[in-house]
């Protein structure tokens, strides 16, 4: 007699519940994560069918729950048992809770009948909801990426503390950590001051962005070169975490002295 209690696993990822359901929801997004001639229909009853690149029994299922934007469930099994598992044997249950601006998905698939089936299962479930993880970060951040970004510099830029404050709220979370080789600072207001304090010992020095960012799963690293009036003093790149509207979490500086100008402050 077996003791299974089902497989669970959790992802976060970086876009609202919103943006996620729409890859159940939407048929052409569902096939986009679950395989071009995969199938659901999003209502109490309606069917479900993955089929598998290598001809491979499909699995088909019947969706029992609904909850737009927050809840999922269906039932799991293969054509003519493949797999031993029967069609309707099990039930995958999925749920979407806000998370730092962003989703936490849970799925939960219990009913598989041994210990080889759920390790099998929580495989490929690592994959697929990976796959949908990353499509639907991508879908929300790709429209704000590189702005949220330019502010984020742009700050750096702004002796205006009015207008400094405006783009740090565009870009940045509450309580977002930044850190370098220069300084360790969470939270929003304290990358403020910081910022203020970076301008008033270097004068005229200023940040660019020297190439494109790039983003999977809410993780993004761009370049940067830092000049003073002797030119440059720095180059490097930034590697951080934003939520699902696209503000930092985190982020932390990697760089390189250029020239005879010193420290940069904190890029």
Same mark, same amino acid.
């Given at each position: 007699?077996? $003791? ?10 970086? #876009?609202? !519940?919103?943006?996620? %359901?729409?890859?159940? &929801? $939407? ?9 071009? $001639? &995969? ?18 029994? !499909? ?13 999922? #469930?269906?039932?799991? *099994? ?11 044997? &099990?039930?995958? #249950? ?7 601006? /962003? ?50 510099? #742009? ?10 404050? &405006? ?13 370098d080789r220069m300084g360790y600072v969470p939270g929003r207001d304290a990358l403020d001051t910081f910022i203020?304090?970076?301008?008033? %010992?270097? !004068? ?6 020297? /190439? ?23 180059? /490097? ?5 934003? $939520? *699902?509207? *696209?503000? %930092? ?5 990697f760089w390189e002295e250029r020239g005879a100008g010193g420290g940069a402050p904190g890029v």
């Amino acid at each position: 007699m077996t $003791d299974l209690n089902g497989i669970e696993l959790t992802l976060h990822i970086a #876009a609202p !519940p919103g943006v996620v %359901f729409r890859y159940f &929801s $939407d048929p052409e997004r569902f096939r986009v994560w679950m395989g071009p $001639d &995969s199938e659901l229909d999003l209502e109490i009853g309606g069917g479900l069918v993955v089929r598998y690149p290598n001809d491979a029994p !499909p699995a088909r299922g019947e969706v029992v729950e609904v909850e737009p934007d927050r809840r999922i #469930a269906f039932t799991w *099994g293969y054509t003519g048992g493949a797999n031993g598992l029967d069609v309707g044997a &099990s039930t995958v #249950a999925v749920t979407l809770d806000p998370l730092h601006g /962003g989703t936490r998905l849970t799925v939960r698939h219990t009913g598989l009948p041994n210990r080889a089936l759920e390790e099998g299962h929580l495989g490929g479930w690592r994959h697929y909801f990976g796959v949908l993880a990353w499509r639907a970060a991508q879908e929300a951040l790709a429209p704000v990426l590189d702005a949220r970004v330019d502010a984020f510099v #742009a700050a750096w830029n702004e002796e205006d503390p009015g207008r400094r404050r &405006s783009l740090l709220e565009e870009c940045w979370t509450p309580e977002g950590l930044f850190v370098d080789r220069m300084g360790y600072v969470p939270g929003r207001d304290a990358l403020d001051t910081f910022i203020a304090n970076a301008q008033r %010992f270097m !004068p005229g020095v200023a940040l660019e962005r020297t /190439g494109p960012v790039r983003e999977t799963h809410g993780r993004v690293h761009f370049p940067w070169r830092l000049t003073g009036p002797d030119g440059v003093i720095g180059e /490097g790149l930034d590697v951080g975490r934003m $939520d *699902g509207e *696209g503000r %930092f979490l985190e982020l932390a500086g990697f760089w390189e002295e250029r020239g005879a100008g010193g420290g940069a402050p904190g890029v």
